[in-house]
């Protein structure tokens, strides 16, 4: 009996196994011939029928003339279409380039929003290569201002809302590899952003959610590397429609970071200032479009020329505010604060400003204040700047004073004047040290904004009228320093700085190696200065009956002297008058 009853299940299994298999054969099969329908019957349809249809809509929904060369379904991943060459016309008051260019676009659709014959799209997505160009006018109105405006009042649903309602939901909008170009009127400037990735969706009804991120680059030239600028927040309030665009809330914050100082200089200024290091900061921007409070983070990082690798770079943390207004074109109560105030030590260095509108720089008004700055960071300052830096300064010395970058406040300038740098900067309580030799103390060392020249006077009937005085801007003249220099009494150094260079004028009795001492421990001093003082070059060995012999005791002479130094070249010494002249009776 129990032989008979396995003789009897066998064959069970083995007619249901095959069934089994038949049964996964037919899914496997059916599974491929959907998607082999899904990846061929779409070229087959003809959906141009519909390609008038969708660019008239979009059009009506961005107030902009819209059209693309050719419309294609897709099935899969998800069901969508896909628009080639797709341009979006300009307005002609900002000229006639497109505002937004892309070789293709893909739009999927919600599935579940077909049943209700109210379709929606989920996605958009800008492929590679992207171009938007950005139109600024001088009177203030930007391209994108109609745009925004006329999408804000459009009735839409969060991106993410799962069920559908009375609006339509926002689709995902992302770009990737854009390149955003600026226009200021009708000329293309050279600063752009570069392999820009972009994203737009609405997380509440009536606010947007932005996420920026792009490489900045300039298109006349290559600048050295730039860093990445990220950009995230909230545009609008949930829930609340504004009344206008300008009134709409922002909530910005992102960073600027891995820029090297040189690159840049070269995309601000479009040339390299021979400076370098690395540069990151942080930022962020509440308020309005209208009005609004930026605050930002600077870090500096081994900073230092070009042409020279000091002992120590300069690193700097530095914090700045701002209020905008009038959207982005006004900027008041700027300050920056280097260490930030909520540092432990004390501010070195606070820069104040004010822009009353951006498109017009000159009208600015700077103030940078310099509390005490210490001898020492202050020597390391020019340890940074010059690869001969002074070896020899002590004392417990400070750098004090403060520079104005503007025009006269109180209108006393001439209508057409430039803005110009006035104030003045005051280093007391150095000492020059000398070996074997007494320091010299060196005083109050002030240099002060250059006086412009007196209006020659009026000539009389007949004459001719005399030729116009040059106004020197942004000079700065060294007030006399007196030096102890072994004379009976003290010498005097005056000198004059401005855009092109500086000179250095010296005059008095002077020891001629006291003064070449001083001139070894500031080189800024004693460059070719030897070339004009009487003193020994020869190099033969002191022989022993020279040896024997007592120094004779060295006599003061009388010099007036002046120097010359280009920014970046040689400095020459030449005589004023007579460059040695025996000391007076």
Not at 165 to 174: D, I, K, L, Q, S
Not at 531 to 557: F, G
Request: aromatic share 6%; net charge negative.
């Amino acid at each position: 009996m129990h032989t008979d009853t396995h003789s009897d299940a066998k064959p069970e299994l083995e007619t249901s196994a095959p069934g089994r298999y038949r049964g996964r054969l037919v899914l496997i099969l059916s599974v491929v011939l959907v998607v082999l329908l899904m990846a061929f019957i779409p070229p087959l349809i003809n959906v141009s029928r519909l390609q008038r249809r969708i660019a008239r809509n979009i059009s009506a929904s961005i107030g902009r003339p819209v059209h693309f060369d050719r419309l294609s379904l897709t099935l899969l991943p998800t069901l969508g279409f896909t628009l080639q060459n797709f341009v979006v016309a300009e307005d002609p008051a900002f000229g006639y380039e497109p505002i937004l260019r892309a070789d293709e676009v893909h739009v999927t659709l919600r599935i579940a929003s077909l049943w209700r014959g109210h379709p929606e799209f989920s996605t958009i997505s800008f492929a590679e290569p992207t171009s938007v160009n950005l139109v600024h006018l001088s009177d203030g109105r930007w391209n994108i201002e109609s745009l925004l405006f006329k999408a804000s009042h459009i009735p839409a649903a969060p991106t993410a809302q799962r069920f559908a309602g009375p609006a339509p939901r926002f689709p995902y909008v992302e770009a990737t590899g854009a390149r955003v170009n600026l226009k200021l009127g009708q000329y293309k400037a050279p600063i752009s952003a570069d392999q820009a990735e972009f994203a737009l969706w609405e997380p509440e009804p009536n606010q947007w959610r932005l996420r920026l991120a792009a490489r900045p680059v300039r298109t006349d030239i290559s600048p050295g590397e730039t860093g990445t600028f990220n950009m995230e927040g909230t545009l609008g309030s949930p829930g609340k429609s504004a009344g206008s665009l300008v009134a709409t809330p922002i909530d910005l914050h992102g960073d600027w970071k891995e820029a090297q100082l040189g690159g840049l200089t070269q995309f601000v200024t479009g040339t390299d200032a021979g400076l370098r290091g690395d540069v990151s900061a942080t930022f962020s921007i509440k308020g309005t479009l209208a009005e609004n409070t930026i605050v930002t983070g600077i870090r500096l990082l081994n900073a230092r020329r070009a042409d020279f690798i000091p002992p120590t770079a300069l690193s700097l943390d530095a914090r700045c505010e701002a209020h905008a207004s009038e959207t982005f074109h006004r900027f008041t109560s700027i300050a920056c604060y280097w260490p930030p105030p909520e540092s432990s030590n004390q501010s070195t260095l606070i820069a104040t400003a004010e822009i009353p509108d951006v498109r017009t720089p000159e009208t600015a008004n700077v103030r940078v204040t310099l509390p005490a700055v210490p001898a020492s960071t202050f020597f390391s300052w020019i340890s940074v700047a010059t690869p001969h830096p002074p070896v020899s300064l002590a004392g417990p010395g400070t750098l004090s004073g403060e520079l104005l970058w503007g025009r006269p406040a109180d209108g006393s300038g001439a209508p057409d004047s430039r803005p110009s740098w006035t104030g003045q900067l005051e280093f007391a309580g150095g000492t020059v040290s000398l070996p074997d030799q007494s320091p010299i103390a060196l005083g109050d060392i002030l240099l002060e904004a250059s006086q412009p020249a007196a209006p020659p006077a009026r000539p009389r009937r007949g004459q001719p009228l005399p030729a116009p005085v040059p106004v020197a801007h942004d000079s700065f003249d060294l007030q006399p320093v007196q030096l102890d220099l072994g004379g009976k009494v003290p010498a005097s150094l005056t000198g004059h700085v401005d855009d092109s260079g500086y000179t250095l004028h010296l005059t008095g009795p002077v020891l001629t190696s006291r003064l070449l001492a001083v001139g070894k421990a500031i080189p800024q001093l004693g460059d070719g200065l030897a070339a004009c003082l009487p003193v020994s070059t020869s190099t033969d060995p002191p022989s022993p009956e020279t040896s024997a012999r007592p120094a004779p005791e060295e006599t003061p002479v009388h010099v007036d002297l002046t120097a010359t130094r280009p920014w970046g070249g040689p400095q020459s010494w030449c005589p004023a008058q007579a460059a040695v002249q025996p000391p007076a009776p």
